[in-house]
């Protein structure tokens, strides 16, 4: 199918309306992830919590960043889940002892290593928290960016470290791309949240090293390991290409969030008036025509495939909800940036992909993750994954490519800067 029209589907007040449905109908299901005792968790196919369930600091971070979304676009009840967010944040799942977050709130996550991936989602729920003006939120930004700035930011490798013992004694010698993009995510939010632009020049460091450096010269297939020297380590994980974090070869999920966020960056650079390098537009277009071309039906079926190896060839067919939903924003980005029809039609394709294959009418929303027949797979159980990724993949489409996007959502119709 090709587009036969001169306007997009973001243009269109039915296609605006059909997003803000489905991010209605996905915080209504996801109220349900409330722990009574703090925090929330993940919940069943049927958005049920668990009887055992426990709070995770992951979890809880991306709801009360989902959350304090909505506050900020006028959802009533949203605020008090953001707090509910906050508290657990700030509460059972801080680490008293050694200061930090834990994983989660059982005994064992006392002794686990401290993430960098983990800090970074607290910051980011934070500072969209602070923003929508949610109580305690503001000492839980300051609290949480100290540990940054003290351990997980290096000034030497303008990049950011993976993790520490969980008394901070030793860092780890291992280096990842997934830390450190939403590493990139939580500066440009810092950036406007706190208007302070020096955390947008973090940004740009961290996107020169990983895409312009490594991805570029690897054919615009994203590098995720890497040793303490930033030498690449193609062969981490190999007998893992389905870990959620840290799977074997490319994440093609990541080269579409990455394209993204070039696109943010540049945007922000340019709307401050600062230097915007030419590359970030060449390279978010061949991050996201590289995941395109090589993980789009890489198995032989539809989809986009978890990973490739360095053939590209499908290494996990999985189909995950959050890769899809990540791609559907890219294309959304790209085509705003470049006006380009074939970005418009792959962010339609996709929309009608997530419409046929994740988003659950009968059970609530989206299915977390498929095999290569588009059917739960049974490795993976039958779970919804948290709201993150798919509430912001209805949100982004409306909304310019600057601010960031807690700014750009809080702001009444007719004040929004384009570029």
Known sequence: MSIGTAYRWPELATHRDWLRAEGRRLLDFHR????????????????????????????????????????????????????????????????????????????????????????????L??????????????????????????????ADEQAFVESYDCAWGTCADYRGGNANMHGVEMCLALADVLGEPSWRQRALAVCERLIHGHARACGYHVVEHFDAGWHELRDFNREAPNDGFRPFGVTPGHGCEWARLLLHLEAGLSAAGEAVPDWLVDDARGLFDAAMQDAWAADGYPGLVYTLDWQRCASSSRRRHWVHAEAIAAADALA???????????????????????????????RHELDRHLALDPACGDAKSDLYHAYQATLLPQLPLVPALAVAVGRPAGRTLSW
């Open 32 to 123: 349900a992830a409330v722990k009574s005792s703090g925090g929330f968790v993940r919940l069943d196919g049927d958005g049920r919590a668990p009887p055992d369930a426990t709070a995770e600091t992951l979890v809880t971070a991306r709801m009360t960043h989902a959350f304090a979304l909505a506050t900020l676009a006028g959802h009533p009840g949203a605020a008090s889940l953001a707090r509910h967010g906050v508290d657990a944040l700030r509460g059972v799942l801080h680490d008293d002892v050694h200061g930090g977050w834990l994983a989660d709130e059982t005994v064992a996550a006392q002794n686990a290593d401290k993430q960098c991936y983990l800090h970074l989602f607290v910051a």
């Open 125 to 154: 729920g934070a500072a969209t928290a602070r923003h929508a003006g949610i109580d305690g939120a503001h000492a839980l930004l300051t609290d949480v960016l100290a540990i940054i700035q003290r351990y997980f930011w290096s």
């Open 336 to 366: 705003k940036r470049t006006g380009e029809p074939a970005y418009e039609q792959w962010y339609r394709d996709l929309w009608d992909f997530a419409e046929t294959t994740f988003i659950d009418r009968e059970r609530g929303s989206w």
